[in-house]
């Protein structure tokens, strides 16, 4: 090789030289301005000794002997802004990440004064899940290739985050759901309805308002709907989507007002009488037959079925034997029921065939004591 032949850089080398040439002005940039930092509080201090020099009196000698905790003046930072929390992943949940990445990015620019020290830490709260194993790709490719970033910027490191971490083709899916009728109010209140609405016209892109307020009147309670369609006053116009939005508000907040308005004026409905067990014993003798005179009035809570055919029954026919013709008892309990005279031949019969130690066909009527009765002795009806 000729020696005074000149090389001749390649991209790859001039994008290294490049590189290295941003990190060292970022070095110095950040060693100058440590150095105002430190002149600058040099200066606070010499302005503090001096203040004391030319005020004496003013400067404690002693320090306080009261125990209340001293209130710092405040000094117009404001307070720290919220971490992100650790991401896994999920494709519902990779937008908000990404916002909240940009607004502490937004509130802490000090803390970011180069590209990479923004991926970097957004790369930090990717722990699991798949965003894990994205960031171990991204770091992998960082080791094979010594010296270069996986992503030139945060822009760069944006774009690429979305394709892998933010649903596909949402615009798409927000503009098919509203030109159906799945987003329409329904049974929902009215503000989950407007939330859901607001969140697909943002997702759908629709920018003309026109458009907007027709695609939610439709999808509106209609008797909201109709209530902002014929007011006589302050009608909202049909181009401005925030004053729908407004009204369809005030009229629901209304509504509600007014329902509740008559359920406190409204009668409460008579409640039925109860009716109150009484004991059994009661009954039986509000019904007794043979001692009414113990009969218990009612109380007025109570309520017993009348019966309305006792006063007319009569009293009871007393019972009367058919063997004896006596009254006050049956012929199963008839004192005479073994009189052999008032047996009826099937009792008769059944009589003689218990006696087992002579044969039935051997005793005779006379031997047990029969004797044909008379004619005035046969009873009517006891044949």
Do not use: N, W
């Given at each position: 090789m000729n020696p005074t032949h000149q090389h001749t850089p390649t991209p790859e080398e001039l994008r290294l030289a490049a590189v290295e040439q941003a990190l060292i002005d970022s070095e110095a940039r950040e060693i100058e301005t440590k150095n105002q930092f430190a002149a600058l509080l040099s200066g606070f201090r010499q302005l503090e000794l001096l203040m004391r020099e030319l005020n004496p009196a003013n400067t404690p000698k002693t320090p306080p002997?009261?125990?209340?905790?001293?209130?710092?003046?405040?000094?117009?930072?404001?307070?720290?802004?919220?971490?992100?929390?650790?991401?896994?992943?999920?494709?519902?949940?990779?937008?908000?990440?990404?916002?909240?990445?940009?607004?502490?990015?937004?509130?802490?620019?000090?803390?970011?004064?180069e590209e990479q020290t923004k991926i970097t830490w957004a790369l930090s709260y990717m722990k699991s899940g798949r965003a894990a194993k994205w960031a171990e790709r991204v770091f992998y490719w960082e080791e094979k290739n010594p010296g270069y970033s996986k992503f030139l910027d945060w822009d760069e490191f944006r774009n690429e985050f979305r394709k892998d971490f933010c649903p596909a083709h949402s615009d798409v899916a927000a503009i098919n759901k509203l030109e159906s009728t799945t987003y329409y109010q329904k049974s929902r209140s009215l503000d989950d309805y407007l939330d859901e609405f607001v969140e697909l016209v943002a997702e759908a892109g629709y920018t003309d308002p026109k458009v907007v307020v027709v695609k939610f009147r439709k999808g509106l309670d209609p008797q909201i709907q109709n209530t902002i369609a014929t007011m006589a006053y302050g009608r909202p116009s049909d181009a401005s989507p925030e004053n729908w939005y407004e009204a369809a508000k005030n009229v629901d907040q209304n509504r509600a007002a007014n329902e509740a308005f008559k359920s406190s004026y409204r009668a409460p409905a008579p409640t039925p009488a109860r009716l109150t067990s009484i004991p059994l014993r009661l009954v039986q003798q509000s019904h007794s037959r043979e001692t009414p005179s113990t009969y218990v009035r009612p109380t007025p809570n109570i309520s017993i079925p009348a019966d309305v055919d006792f006063g007319r029954k009569k009293d009871p026919t007393p019972i009367t034997c058919y063997r004896c013709h006596q009254p006050g008892h049956k012929a199963p309990d008839c004192p005479s029921r073994f009189d052999i005279r008032l047996l009826t031949n099937e009792e008769l019969e059944n009589e003689l065939m218990n006696r087992r130690d002579v044969p039935p066909a051997e005793i005779s009527l006379t031997e047990i004591g029969f004797?044909?009765?008379?004619?005035?002795?046969?009873?009517?009806g006891n044949e």
């Open positions: 002997t009261d125990t209340t905790p001293v209130r710092l003046a405040p000094t117009g930072r404001p307070p720290p802004p919220a971490l992100p929390s650790e991401y896994d992943g999920d494709r519902m949940k990779g937008q908000a990440f990404l916002t909240s990445c940009q607004t502490y990015m937004r509130l802490c620019p000090d803390s970011f004064p004797e044909a009765p008379k004619e005035e002795d046969f009873v009517q």
